[in-house]
Structure formats: C-alpha cells, structure tokens
C-alpha cells in the first residue's frame, strides 16, 4: 500500500517530491533487487525493456540527452513502482473513488471501445457500474464533462488540447487513452463528384484509383468562384479532425480552405472552400438538403451516404494520413487528480476492450467486429442498421456501390498501439491549430511539447498496462517500446510531406498554405 | 326506476365532466332512452368519426409505401405499430437485465437454466435464419449481377463508341482547320464543325448518363424479402446477443455474487490477521480487511445502470412537464391577480408580457442552460439533486440539470396563457359583487379568497389548461435541444440513428407525445369543470 500511495507522487519526477528518504532508499532498494532478479532480462536492451522509462524525465527538460541520465534512476525507481503497485492490484479490485460512472458519446462507430468496455463487462470487472448516455454534439459533450454532469467522454482528439490551451470553452482536459485511429471519410454530393468525374476522366470506372486528390475538385470549386459563390462542405466541430483533414486534403491540392483569424473565428479568410460545423448524424441529411456539396465525418455516416445513395465518398482519413489518431477518452483534470484509482480502473477497462476489437483470428480476419457490430447497432447506442455499421467496422468500405474495398486498417481500436496516448499525435494537432490559425501567436518549440504533456497521460496508461500484464490479461508485447512517447517521423502523408514530432515549427513551415513561423520562434525560450 | 334514474345521470354527468360527451348517447341507449334518437346520435358521433379515421389509417396505409424518400419509404401503420413492439421489446430487456443484476442466488440458480434453453432454442433459430439470409443474398446478387451486367456492357459500349466518333470530329476538325488556313474553306465552317461537335458529345453525355442511372437503379433497390430477411435474422440476433448477456449478468455480473465475493476475501483477510505474527502482515491484513468490508457495502448499493426507455422516458417528460407546470401556475396566478385587480401593475406588466410571450422556447432553454446553470456548478453534490435521488419515485428518474433547464423553459412558455387568463378572470369579476363585498366591509383577504379568487377560477383553469398544452408542446423541443431524458431526446436519437427503424419511431413517438397531451388535456378540462358553476358539473 505504502508503494501504492507514494508511485503517485514518484511519477513526478524530481527526488525532493519522495514522500521521505526513507521511501527514496526503499525505492532504489527494490530496483536494485529487481534488477539482480531479472538481470537476464535487464540485459538485454534495457532501455528498450523499461518501458516509457525515458520518457518519463522529459516532463522536466524536454530533448535534452543529458536529463535523460541524470533522472534514469529516478525514473526507474518510478517504473518499479508502478510495476510493484501493479502486484497489489493483481490480488483485488483497484480501490475506486467512484463506483457509478456516467461516460458520454456521439453517435459514431469509434466510440465502440466505451460501448464494449461495458456490454462485455470489463467495466464491471473493474468494480465499476457506467451508464453511457448518448450526446446531441460536440460542444455539449464538453460542457456536461466540465459541469460535472458527464464522468468522461468520447472525445474529439483536438478537444482535450483546445479546451486545455483555451481555444473555445476553457477547461483542463486530460487523455490517458486514444480510443482509435483512422475511420472518417470525405465524402461529395453526387453532382460534385460528377463533376469531378468529367474533369479528371480516370475516376469514371466503377472502381477508380485510390487515393483520389482533391486535384480533381479544383475545377470545381474554381467554377463556383467564377459564378461568385463558395463551395460549401460540412465538418464535425472547428477542433475535430475531421476540420484538420479536410483542410489537409484540400490544401494539398492548392485549394485554399480559410484561415481562422482573431476575428474571424469561422475559419473563412481568404476561403475557397468554406468549411462550416455541422453534427456527424445531421451530415447527410444536411447534403441532400443542398447545404453543402460534401463532408468529412466519422463512421456511418459516409456509408450511410452510399447506402441512400446521395453521395460518394472519395477518400479516406487513412489515405490522407496513414494510421491517424482519431477520438480519445478525456476527462477533467480535477477529476482525474480527484479519482486516479476510478482512472486507472477505466482505462484498464478500455485497454482490453480495444484488445477484445482487434482480436484476429487464425486467417488475420477480426473475429469480434460483428459481435460489436451487433451491440453498436442498439439504439441506445450508434442506433444505425447492423448492415449499414457492419460495412465499415469488419474491414470493407464501400465507395460506390460498385466499389467495395477491403479497408482492414479502416477502424484500428489496438493494433500499432493505437491505444497509447502518443505525446507526437498531441503534436500534430497542435501544429495544425496553428497552420489555420486557431492559434493565433506564434508558438516556439518547447510550448508544444509542455502543452501536450499537461494534456495526455501516458503514465496513467503505462500503469493500467502493467496491472493488466500482471493480471495476465495483456502480454508486453501489447504495451509500446518507446524512450520519450513520440512516434517517430513519418512522411505518410498524402502529399508526402513529413511529419517530425519532435520539430513542430518546422514542420508548420513545410506546407505551402497556412501560416508560416519565425524559425528564429522555435528555439527561444 | 328511480333508482336507476340517480345511476343514470351521475353517468351522464361523469360524462359530461370528462370530456367525453360523445359517449352521452351510449349511456342513454343503455337506460333505454329514446333508442332511435340514441341510434341516430351514435350513428352521426360516433360510428361515422371512426369510419373517418379508419378511412385516414387506410388511405395512410396504402399512401406511405409510395413516397419513397431518401432515408427509406415512409413508415405504415404496421410499421408505427412494430416500433411500439420494438420499444417495449427494449425496455422488458432492459427489465429483465436489471432483474438479474438484482437476483437473490436462489432466483438466480433457477433463472439461469431458464435463460440457458431458451437462449438453445433462439440460437437454433438464429442459425436457421442466418442460412436463409445468405441464401436470399446469394440470390439477389445473382439477380442484380444479370440485370446489371448487361447495362454495364451497354454503358461501356456507348462509352467507347462515343469516345470514338470524338476522335474522329476531332480529326475532321483538325482537318478542317488546316483548310482554314490554306484558305479552301471558311472559318464559318469551322465554327459551325465545332458546335455541331460540341452538340454530339453532350447527346452522347445524356444517353450515357440514362443507362447510368438505370445502373444505379438496379443496384440501389434491395428486394423486399432480402430486407425482411436481414431484418428477421438481426431480430433473432438481437435477441441471442440479449440472453448471452443475461447469462454473463446471472453467473458472474450479479450483485449478491460480487458482495459475497467482497465478504469472503473480508473474512479470509480476517483469518490472516489472526494468524499473522510480524506488524507489517497485520497491517497488509487489517487493511484488506476494511477494504473489502467498504468493498461489500459499496457493491450492495450498486444500482443496475439502466438504459433509458421509451416507457421510462414517458415517465421523465411527464415528470418534468409537471415541474414546469407548477412553476408556471406558482407564478402566473399571483401575479396575474395583481394585473387584475390593480390597473397600474397591469400597465407595468403589459410591456413584459408582450415582449417575452412570443419568444421561441429554443432561445428560453439556452438562457435557462446559462443563467440557472450557474447555481449548479457541481451537480453531483449540490444540495438539490442529492435530495431529489433520495426521494422515492422521483429518485429514478434522476434529476438533473438538464432536466431542470427544460422545466424552466416549459414554465417560461406556460406562463402566459395562465397569466393572461387569470388577470382577465380578475378583473371580469362581476360589479354586484364587488359591491357587495364593500358593503359587508370585507378585508382585502376576505375579498380575495371569498369572491375575486372564487368567481375568476374558471377562467384561471381555462388559461392553466392552456398553459399546460403549450407546456407539453414546448417540452418536447426543450428535451431534444438540452439532451435531458424524455420523450424529446427519443425523438432526437432516433432521428440522429437514422437506422431503418428510425423513421417509424419518430412517428410512434408522435402518437406517443399526442395521445399523452390528449390526456394531460382531459385531466385538466375534469379540473375546470369541477370548479365552474354554470352547468352544475361541479356537483359530481
């Protein structure tokens, strides 16, 4: 109990905030002893076997090596611990503050890790009873989890980081969790895409060649301008993904989609393209009324599109960023600093409901998407036809009717530890709030990477898996190897243009529309 | 026959009161009076209202399937009736969840060899649905690959032939050009060659596009009896997927099995406190102990966590209809007898009264969310949810602060009618018998509660009648916009599901929402009855 209660405190890093000299000795004592038991292990590629050990020290000097082994004791008396209170979980239920949770959601399919974690029980096996309550939009779901009203929620990836940074409604919004990658999709209004189809004369097939780029819509878009007027097209809030994607898509074909401004905090200086918010169910009801001539949102709603045959998806996330961070679990930080046990418990719960999602079988095909397919259905919850949640969830999109592809990475619950809560995809975001200027100064370095670390948690998640593996219900295997919780870079882009988290202003200048930052920014202080 | 002649009109006037004077003649006829005059009545108000309405639900059932939209053809009569099916199906389970979370171990043992073959049989069923379902899927995609095959033949045909016959004006026109510029032929020529070539390809472009359409056609319409198949296979589906899970609740969910699994550990923890010798031991042990007690105690009070119900949703509206409606009634009366009985406070109120009476409840209920949510910044201990969870009944509904906000809204838009009414009913109050208040020198309090308040009720519980029609409308707005559960939030997640059903739910709540304010309506016309003196009903 009494490494249980400390491991809280040691997670801050810094010798002076152990409870006593005493409880430092002991700490250290007890690395040494595990280091002598497991020597062999150890041996082999420490670093790598300790997992999220470096990382951990960059809370206090982000990328500077020599912190690294300063702190590596430290860092790794706090691993133990967390290893050690792990063992006492294993015997009991972790002690939750708050045994009666209300989690919220919007109606779209990647909430399934929230809605699996409680139809298969695990929410259950962790003491906990939730009730998870459907949410009319985005804004609402943030009000009721910072009133109180809401435990936690399905969360747009940019919401924890604008509430926290205090883009919109202000609220410290922590993530120990990433709920999915990948899984929206852009889709245009049929007469949009047949005139797409007649400017770039290769998509007339029934199953043209993927990805498509936005090139083909340029003529159209130029058209509506000349006739004095802008295309219209829909997404889901000013700091969703969807927002970011479809601007990312757009400017990698040279259409400009608006900049936000102090002023103009729609997002529609020197627009194109105007993008406007419109809730992911209303989205195809919003394009057969003629609002807008296209969207980019979440599943079902673009295969809902296909299905009432009122318009046509042209790409997806996944082909405009490969393996995308999509929604996160977010709650409140005063709730989370005032339950940290009711956390763990919670993302214990939703680990292995993503593990329970990607579970593949012998062929590699995914053996519960159907399961969860069925639950996602009840009206209660997505409340779309199983038919119509099945076609993307088991690994098909459809993108005409004629057209229907195996997409297997369309949802990712787990896989490629799609689940940690990543420092670099905080980053990305970030860097896209400032490339449409939803941030408005210019930001040096060092305040992305303080900002995303006061957003997600990954010590919190790294505790949870360690408990899991203890309980035997994770293998290592599952928990990422990484020294500080960036990914590494990477140049998946559509456009090829790569993405180095730990360079943020650099990687805003790399892009031909948006803003542009001092260089002279990103090392000073 | 006296006797009977009592019996008689109490009926005719319980009838009366209620509302329901149609039913005057049925009570008539069974006391045998004048039987043809009874006949003709029943004929003309009775019989021949229904036929109409028979006649709309047919003309209703036979239009429906032809106005095909986008989201699926409209709903029939069959189908509003399904969903009412459908709904209660959701609600028993969420019953029979419940009941088996709750379950003492010795309901439990019987429950689960119930759940067990019934779940044997329905998984059987299931099966069989499945081979048909992919039987029938098999087929169709037989079918729609024959009809579609052709047409997609024919596209590409007419495709290339006019790609074809493009390049060839294309080279004519080159040709042409060429002419031009040797001067054997007129750019009028090469004009004309031009828009005659620009004439064709969009002919072509139209033809293309026809058996385009028709391609699409085929494909986009799935056959009725691969939808009943699917929807008969997710059903049974639906339904193993239900008892599985009533069997996870049964064997390891339950919560007498939980507390019992606390106490156990409690007591084993107990026997290693005794038998442990060195202090950190005890410690560990004593710990364990306690932990396990609070453990227990904690899961005894765990409540199932219910999904919300069409059923339970009727009762949350119906709960907050009425909040909004003695808010409303607690402020109009007083102060609509103020306006009556003083002109000066009309005068001050009449500017007010005329600007927020028309006002949308949507804009009201995003006041209300700003205004009185800032005395519930943390509603989980704030003083009044805490109160209302612990009352009995309203302890299930779950008051909170959306449900607050729609009842304010609704108190904000019935305020006006009973207002309104109840200053005019104050102030119509007949002069005699003011007068003769003044001269039996009555007090202000004796006036009030002995001759203004008497003789202005009915047309207070005219305008309140009013009132809480306008209330019960409003709400359903108030619930969709605010998420508060009810009637309101249904009608918003079914519309946000956009799932087949989703359509005959929207319109099953319609008959849900219409025919609970037709009774709200009753209620209140009893009331008024019951308190106006002209026709003697208050006598009932």
């Not at chain 1, 969860?372 to 098909?396: E, H, Q, W």
């Not at chain 2, 043809?36 to 029943?42: E, G, S, T």
């Not at chain 2, 959701?90 to 171990?105: C, G, I, P, V």
């Not at chain 2, 449900?403 to 109050?429: E, R, Y």
Request: with cysteine.
């Amino acid at each position: 109990m009494l490494f249980f209660k400390s491991s809280k405190r040691f997670i801050n890093f810094t010798p002076s905030c152990f409870p006593s000299q005493l409880g430092m000795q002991l700490a250290i004592r007890s690395v040494r002893r595990t280091l002598l038991l497991n020597r062999q292990r150890f041996k082999q590629n420490i670093i790598w076997k300790l997992y999220g050990v470096g990382f951990l020290t960059e809370q206090r000097a982000p990328a500077s090596s020599a912190s690294h082994v300063a702190s590596f004791y430290v860092a790794l008396a706090a691993a133990i611990a967390i290893g050690l209170s792990g063992s006492f979980a294993n015997a009991e239920q972790l002690d939750v503050e708050k045994d009666e949770l209300k989690f919220g959601f919007i109606k779209l399919t990647d909430c399934a890790p929230i809605v699996i974690a409680k139809e298969k029980g695990f929410f259950e096996e962790e003491g906990l009873q939730v009730e998870v309550i459907a949410q009319p939009n985005w804004k609402q779901l943030l009000d009721n989890v910072i009133t109180g009203e809401l435990d936690g929620a399905h969360m747009l990836s940019g919401q924890p980081i604008a509430a926290t940074i205090g883009f919109g409604t202000k609220a410290h919004i922590v993530t120990a969790y990433t709920l999915d990658l990948n899984g929206n999709g852009i889709t245009v209004s049929n007469d949009v895409w047949e005139q797409m189809v007649e400017n770039e004369p290769s998509l007339d097939s029934p199953t043209p060649k993927h990805p498509i780029s936005a090139a083909a819509l340029k003529p159209v878009v130029q058209e509506k301008l000349d006739g004095g007027e802008k295309l219209q097209m829909g997404m889901v809030f000013p700091v969703s993904t969807h927002n970011y994607e479809l601007r990312y898509w757009l400017a990698s074909a040279g259409i400009h989609p608006g900049m936000y401004t102090s002023e103009d905090i729609k997002g529609f200086t020197d627009a194109e393209v105007e993008l406007s918010v419109t809730p992911p169910p209303q989205m195809p009801a919003t394009l057969e009324a003629g609002v807008i001539s296209g969207y980019c949102v979440g599943e079902p709603w673009n295969q809902q599109a296909v299905a009432k045959g009122i318009g046509v998806p042209v790409t997806t996330n996944y082909d405009i960023w490969k393996n995308n961070p999509e929604k996160v679990f977010g709650v409140t930080k005063a709730w989370a600093d005032d339950n940290p046990n009711t956390h763990l418990a919670v993302v214990k719960a939703l680990i292995r409901a993503g593990k329970w999602l990607d579970q593949t079988g012998a062929n590699g095909e995914l053996i519960n998407r159907e399961e969860a397919c069925r639950l996602l259905s009840k009206p209660n919850y997505v409340g779309a036809d199983f038919d119509v949640i099945k076609n993307s969830m088991t690994g098909f999109f459809y993108f005409q009717k004629t057209d229907k592809r195996a997409m297997p990475d369309f949802n990712v619950f787990f896989k490629y530890h799609a689940s940690f809560p990543w420092y670099s995809d905080g980053i990305w975001f970030l860097t896209q709030m400032r490339r449409w200027g939803q941030i408005t100064e210019p930001k040096p370095d060092e305040w992305y990477h303080k900002v995303v670390k006061n957003v997600y948690l990954p010590r919190v998640y790294l505790k949870a898996a360690k408990m899991l593996v203890e309980e035997g219900k994770l293998v290592e295997a599952d928990i990422p190897k990484t020294r500080d919780g960036y990914r590494p870079p990477t140049a998946d882009f559509i456009d090829g243009i790569e993405f180095d988290p730990r360079k943020p202003v650099e990687y805003i200048n790399k892009f031909k529309i948006g803003n542009k930052d001092e260089m002279s920014v990103a090392t000073k202080p | 026959m006296k006797k009977f002649d009592s019996v008689k009109y109490t009926l005719l006037r319980a009838v009366d009161v209620s509302g329901f004077k149609v039913l005057d003649p049925v009570v008539r006829l069974a006391f045998g009076e004048e039987p043809p005059k009874q006949l003709r009545d029943i004929f003309r108000f009775l019989v021949v209202p229904t036929t109409f309405v028979l006649v709309c639900l047919g003309t209703w059932t036979v239009i429906a399937p032809r106005h095909k939209t986008k989201s699926g053809e409209v709903p029939t009569p069959e189908q509003v009736w399904k969903s009412l099916v459908i709904n209660d199906t959701l609600n028993r389970r969420e019953d029979e969840k419940e009941a088996d979370f709750q379950a003492s171990d010795a309901d439990r043992a019987a429950t689960i060899d119930e759940v067990k073959e019934l779940l044997a049989a329905r998984e059987t069923k299931a099966a069989e649905l499945k081979s048909q379902l992919s039987e029938i899927e098999a087929a169709t995609t037989a079918t729609q690959n024959a009809r579609v095959g052709p047409l997609q033949e024919e596209y590409d045909r007419l495709k290339s032939e006019s790609r074809e016959r493009k390049s060839q004006r294309k080279l004519v026109i080159e040709e042409l050009a060429e002419k031009v510029a040797n001067e054997n032929a007129t750019s009028d020529e090469l004009l004309d060659a031009l828009r005659e070539d620009k004439r064709l390809s969009e002919e072509s472009k139209v033809a293309e596009k026809a058996v385009k359409e028709r391609i699409n056609k085929a494909l986009a319409e799935p056959p009725v009896e691969l939808k009943a198949a699917q929807m008969a296979f997710n059903t049974a589906a639906n339904e193993v997927q239900h008892l599985k899970k009533r069997l996870d609740y049964l064997e390891t969910g339950n919560r007498s099995l939980k507390v019992a699994k606390a106490e156990e550990l409690a007591v084993a923890s107990l026997a290693k406190l005794d038998s442990a010798e060195d202090a950190a031991a005890i410690l560990a042990s004593a710990m364990s102990v306690v932990r396990n007690e609070e453990k227990a105690a904690k899961t005894a009070a765990q409540n199932y966590p219910r999904a919300a119900t069409i059923w339970f949703q009727v009762q949350r509206s119906l709960f907050t209809v009425f909040v909004g409606f003695v808010l409303a009634a607690a402020i109009a009366i007083p102060v609509g007898i103020m306006c009556g009985l003083n002109r000066v406070v009309m005068a001050c109120l009449t500017p007010i009264i005329s600007i927020f009476k028309p006002v949308s409840p949507v804009v009201w209920l995003l006041i209300f969310q700003i205004v009185v949510g800032a005395f519930f910044p943390n509603p989980e201990t704030h003083p009044l949810f805490v109160y209302c969870s612990k009352l009995p009944f309203i302890g299930k509904l779950g008051v909170n602060p959306a449900l607050i906000f729609s009842a304010c809204t609704v108190a904000m838009c019935a305020l006006w009618p009973a207002l309104v009414n109840t200053a005019l009913g104050v102030s119509s109050v007949e002069r005699d018998h003011i007068n003769v208040a003044r001269v039996l020198r009555l007090g202000l309090w004796d006036r009030l509660t002995k001759i203004i308040i008497p003789s202005a009720l009915p047309l207070v519980f005219a305008g309140l009648r009013i009132s809480l029609g306008v209330g019960w409308m409003v709400l359903i707005a108030a619930e969709a916009l605010s998420s508060s559960e009810g009637l309101g939030k249904f009608v918003w997640d079914e519309y946000q599901n956009g799932s087949s059903h989703s359509f005959a739910n929207i319109i099953f709540a319609c008959f849900v929402v219409g025919i609970i304010g037709f009774f709200l309506d009753r209620v209140m016309i009893v009331l008024q009855r019951l308190v106006s003196f002209d026709d003697g009903a208050a006598a009932v």
